[in-house]
Every structure is written in C-alpha cells, then in structure tokens.
C-alpha cells in the first residue's frame, strides 16, 4: 500500500517547507561547514515506488559540503544562490538553474560563495553506499589545478 | 563505464538549457496543451549510475499535461510559475518550490494558470511503465468535486 499523493509547500520564500525540519548534513566535523539538509521526499517518507530520496542543501555563504566520493551518483539542481561544484581536477561556477550530473566515483564538494549561500536539490538512490572522504593522494592530485588549490584555501578559514 | 560528471547550464533566466533542446511531450492530441520537455539528465545521456530521468516540463498559460495515471512514481518539485496539480479528487495550487510526490496509480494533472505558465522538475524511473488515460468512469469520479470539474472547464476551451 503506497502513501497517498502529497504537496509539500515551499515555504519563507524558499528554501524551507512546511512540515519539513531542516536536519544535520553529517555529524560535525572539519571536513564541512555551513550546510543544513531537509529530507523532501523518499520512501522513508512513506513515497513508496520511487527509488530515490529528494533532499535540499542550503550552504551558507562560504560554506561548504565534505569533499568525497561514492560509488552512487548525484543529480544535483540548483535552486537558489551562487557557488562552485569540484568535480575531479575541474571546479565550475553554480548559479539557480544549473544542473550537475556527478559520476560514480567523482570526487566532488559543493561550495557558496563568500558573499552569498548556496541551496540545490540532490537527488540519490535510497540505497546507496557510504561516502568516502578525499584521501591525501587524491588531495594533492586535485591541487595541482591551481583554481582548486585557490577556492580550497579561498574559503576554507 | 560512465559518462564523465558535467554540469548543465541553465539559459537565458531560467526554463532552458545550453545544450538541451526542448522535445515534444508527447504525440499531438486533444489530452495536453500548452506541454514542452527538456530531458536534463538521465542513464540514455550518460549518466550511468542513475535510476531515475530527470526531465523539466513548461506548460504555457493555460495549458495542461493529460490526465492519466501509471504504477511509477513521480517527484515534482516547482522551478517557476503558477497553477495547479490534480491529484485523484483533489486540485491544490501550486507555485515556486512547492513539491509533489504522485503516488503510483494516483490520476494527475499538471495545469499552469490561465494567464501565467508553470515550470517543473519530474523525476521518474528510467525503465516505468507508459501512462493511461483517465477512463470516463473516473473522469465523473473527480468531476464530483466541483473545484475539479472547474478548473477540467475553465481551462479546457
């Protein structure tokens, strides 16, 4: 028996909804800042037949999520704000409406500007596996871009 | 092995793509009105290690997606604009960042407001069933509700 159809409201002009607790992004710790996480559907949630959980990130300026991989994949859309996604050796530019697709394995860290917060769908498979932090190899491989050493050092204070 | 991480950049103030070219919704006929899809990210462009597309629709005022149900699941989340979703006996309305979960085998309808469009995120299964139609029996069903069968004339002509 599946849970019946739902609205959830955006609510405050955006970036929360009713009924929908913003919640820890992981347990604290160095590797992240700034980052609250709302959990909007997912069959947890009672949404049975979808395979995958809908959450919203908000990063507040100059924030930024763990730098990581996993063997699942991210769809990430951004709603609101401006930021950069790490993606490997390569760091883009994010702003409202962009879309990322990051690949099994991709190392990746989603980071606001320091002026301005960051907020995105991502969306993941229900089950999937434990992410795993950068390890000091891959660190030093992604550093040799200099526009990821800068954005790394730029804001990590 | 996958397609590489890539971000998809969002065009011209919102609603388009660099990239992504808008599709037909489906073959022309009387059910829809109004309809155009962009495919955003999905495993049939290389973004292996999905299950889900994630594809935006545009209904231009006034229009309408068919009334139709299946056993997948959607995952709506509104980008932009105004208008209504029908969900078996219910039409709430519907703006920027409200999200909708559509249970599987829930009769829906995605209507913009007469004078302004409605833009949104639907995230399905890759591999779902195709939809059907609503058969007259529920077409009376929801025409019980008087909202119902109001927006169904409204909106209709």
């Known amino acids: 028996m599946s849970g019946p159809s739902r609205v959830i409201r ?4 955006g970036g929360c909804w009713r009924g929908v607790a ?4 992981k ?14 559907l997912a069959p947890t949630l009672g949404d049975d037949g979808l ?3 809908v959450r919203y990130f908000e990063v507040a300026p100059g924030g930024y999520s763990s730098l990581e991989r996993h063997h699942h ?19 883009s530019e994010l702003g409202a409406g ?9 190392i990746h860290q989603f980071r606001a500007a320091p002026d301005e917060g960051l907020g995105f769908l991502c969306i993941v498979d229900s089950e999937r596996d434990p992410a795993v932090a950068a390890g000091d190899e891959e660190l030093a491989r ?13 804001l990590a204070g």
Chains 1, 2 share one sequence.
């Open 73 to 91: 994949a991210h769809a990430v859309i951004v709603l609101r704000g401006r930021g950069w996604v790490i993606l490997d050796e390569q760091a």
């Open 10 to 13: 955006s609510a405050a002009g």
């Open 142 to 154: 992604l550093r040799a871009n200099p526009g990821i050493a800068q954005l790394l050092d730029s």
């Open 51 to 53: 395979c995958i959980d």
């Open 98 to 106: 962009d879309c990322v697709y990051v690949a099994p394995d991709t």
């Open 27 to 40: 347990e604290p710790d160095q590797s992240h800042r700034g980052m609250t996480r709302h959990l909007l």
């Open 22 to 25: 913003p919640a820890q992004y």
